[in-house]
């Protein structure tokens, strides 16, 4: 059973902080990874795609991968109250071509 | 932008009904899924479809479910005989190929079963 996991929240952070969001996951041939948003009641939305050890920024986001840990990160600097969402981490199988999304984590950035 | 675009947007049934939901895929995209969420709960997979066939499912996409691509342009869930369980959130999904690209969704169809 290939599993993502994430903390659920919510996490609160200020305005103007660092937010950092933490995911694991369990098949270890895993190849690529992805942080969707998704606001309440609405479709998730691709931020950021990471596909080797390290880290990929881009714009406030940055995403960090560490496949020997199986582990990803998304850190999101200068918090705004509109990245209040679920923040929803997901990886690709090995075998097929599904993705496997972990449950997510609720953001919340107070002002 | 080119979007994944669904209909419609909330579907009502009673149990055992069938309904069928609706997607138009981004239009050079070559795969896609259908992915359902009930309410509060995490993002699952229930098929993935490639070449007019179905390439994977899940444990949840039995023999209640079906998938169609009656043309060109549309791709389409049935559920034939629902249940309550049945009711979430369900989304249409394409990306352009396969696991290192990138999966863009549709806004959904919130299915109430009743």
């Known amino acids: 059973q290939k599993e993502v996991e994430q903390n659920s929240g919510p996490l609160s952070v200020p305005e103007g902080a660092i937010a950092s969001l933490n995911c694991t996951y369990s098949?270890?041939?895993?190849?690529?990874f992805f942080w969707y948003r998704q606001y309440s009641g609405k479709s998730p939305e691709l931020i950021m795609s990471?596909?080797?050890?390290g880290d990929k920024e881009d714009g406030r986001f940055t995403a960090q991968l560490n496949k020997a840990s199986q582990y990803v990160s998304l850190l999101i600097r200068d918090s705004q109250p509109s990245d209040s969402a679920t923040y929803l981490c997901?990886?690709?199988?090995?075998?097929?071509?599904?993705?496997?999304f972990g449950p997510g984590t609720r953001l919340s950035v107070l002002p | 932008e080119p979007e994944v675009t669904q209909t419609p947007s909330h579907q009502v049934t009673q149990m055992g009904q069938e309904v069928i939901l609706r997607c138009v895929p981004i239009s050079n995209h070559l795969y896609f899924y259908w992915y359902r969420q009930i309410l509060g709960q995490k993002v699952e997979f229930l098929v993935s479809f490639y070449n007019n066939e179905i390439s994977e499912k899940s444990e949840i996409f039995d023999d209640q479910f079906s998938v169609e691509r009656p043309d060109g342009s549309n791709f389409t869930l049935k559920i034939r005989s629902t249940k309550l369980e049945d009711s979430a959130m369900y989304f249409c999904a394409s990306s352009l190929g396969t696991d290192i690209e990138k999966l863009f969704f549709g806004s959904g169809t919130q299915l109430s079963v009743l």
């Open positions: 098949d270890r041939g895993s190849q690529s």
């Open positions: 990471i596909y080797s050890n």
């Open positions: 997901a990886v690709t199988a090995v075998e097929g071509q599904n993705f496997v």
